[in-house]
């Protein structure tokens, strides 16, 4: 291999992923249903909109503050502390090109190499990039349907060692849409101060929960503000994936290093996605609320149909996700999803592609309206069905 084809030792994909490959798939397919992706199907909210319009006109084309711009920040602490947060002053806040960047900044910054962090398994699958990125590496806890696939205290502690340097919770998760139930929370939390580890809590979907779910944000506790990083951001809640704004919080002492790997990074996030931000914080909630509701009934939906075609779950009470076994069919997760997406023509992803410790479950995300679901579903049971006749007959 000439020097040129030569890949850097941390890049670990050199070749198309399933999901590229799926994705190859479906551009050649007509009427495709996509219940693959994380993007929300749900517009911007106007007010949202019209707010980076107005941004634009003012001149909103040029640099911010590196940390983001003051009065963002600002309306970032007063909203982390009004939703139970943690008390952050401005200070401790880095407005970032969505949460996605944040995650890498928190890698790149906290870990050296051969430091452990702890994730669930599944879990979201740029962490492990990001964590081989830093050169560190990926100690990954499995979770199981039968639990809710909630991430333990007991199982982490049966992990550590002494390389041990960090927990990642993301809560609500992505893929398993399992909120973390705030009593477990607790317990990690006395683990991390035992055994003085960061953790990382990734808290972008806490403003999606259902059946009373409640979301217990980790640096509001006890001993936590100093050894908690907080991510969130405006993509999910808000619909604004594309306007690429996010933030980290977290204790000065560590923020300030941060803050020079994200200007590094991308200097600061869009100028115009910060205003946009901040009259999402400022403004009407009711769309939050709407959006809510809308993935709840979606995600009814499509549960009522997983238990018609005899397709286990843990009931999701937060995000818009639903992880459902698909073992049952004959098929491992990755070729179910082939075959769905080539004879159903609805796509959506396996869990080995969020470090699932096994090939049975499937990710399937609720971004397309009520009657879109439902045709999904039906298209879904067909194959299910067809499947499932195929394994009784080689069965007899």
Not at 254 to 271: T, Y
Not at 316 to 345: I, Q, W
Request: one cysteine or more; hydrophobic letters at 45%.
């Amino acid at each position: 291999m000439s020097r040129i084809e030569r890949f850097a030792k941390r890049v670990s994909i050199k070749e198309s992923s399933l999901r590229t490959r799926m994705l190859d798939i479906a551009a050649g397919l007509k009427d495709v249903i996509a219940l693959g992706r994380g993007d929300p199907d749900l517009d911007t909210p106007a007010h949202i909109i019209e707010a980076g319009q107005k941004a634009l006109g003012a001149g909103a084309t040029h640099y911010t503050h590196p940390l983001g711009m003051p009065q963002l920040r600002e309306a970032i602490a007063t909203s982390i502390k009004a939703n139970g947060g943690g008390d952050y002053t401005s200070d401790e806040i880095v407005v970032t090109s969505g949460a996605q960047e944040s995650m890498f900044v928190a890698m790149l910054a906290l870990i050296d190499p051969d430091d452990e962090v702890i994730m669930p398994s599944p879990g979201y699958n740029s962490y492990h990039q990001a964590v081989e990125l830093a050169e560190g590496k990926t100690v990954a806890v499995p979770t199981f349907e039968k639990d809710g696939f909630a991430l333990t205290a007991e199982a982490v502690e049966k992990v550590l060692t002494p390389k041990s340097r960090m927990i990642c919770l993301i809560n609500p998760s992505n893929p398993t849409g399992m909120v973390i139930p705030p009593s477990e929370i607790e317990k990690l939390a006395a683990l991390a101060v035992k055994h003085d580890l960061i953790v990382i809590s990734d808290e972008i979907y806490a403003r999606l929960v259902y059946d009373n779910a409640r979301v217990q944000p980790v640096a509001a506790l006890p001993g936590m503000k100093e050894r908690t990083i907080t991510i969130d951001g405006f993509s999910k809640a808000y619909a604004m994936t594309g306007w690429r704004v996010g933030y980290f919080a977290g204790p000065r002492t560590l923020v300030k290093a941060m803050a020079e790997i994200h200007h590094g990074l991308a200097i600061c996030a869009p100028a115009v996605s910060q205003h946009a931000a901040l009259a999402a914080l400022t403004g009407p909630q009711d769309s939050v609320e709407a959006a809510r509701r809308e993935y709840d009934s979606r995600r009814v939906v499509m549960m009522a149909a997983l238990d018609r075609m005899g397709l286990s779950y843990a009931k999701p009470n937060g995000a818009f996700y639903v992880y459902a076994n698909v073992s049952s069919t004959g098929l491992s997760a990755s070729d179910f999803c082939l075959k769905l997406l080539e004879e159903g023509r609805v796509m959506m992803f396996p869990g080995s592609l969020f470090g699932d410790h096994c090939d049975d479950y499937v990710r399937i995300s609720l971004l397309q309206p009520v009657p879109r679901v439902e045709e999904a579903a039906r298209r879904m049971a067909s194959v299910v069905a067809g499947l499932k006749a195929q394994k009784l007959t080689k069965s007899a």
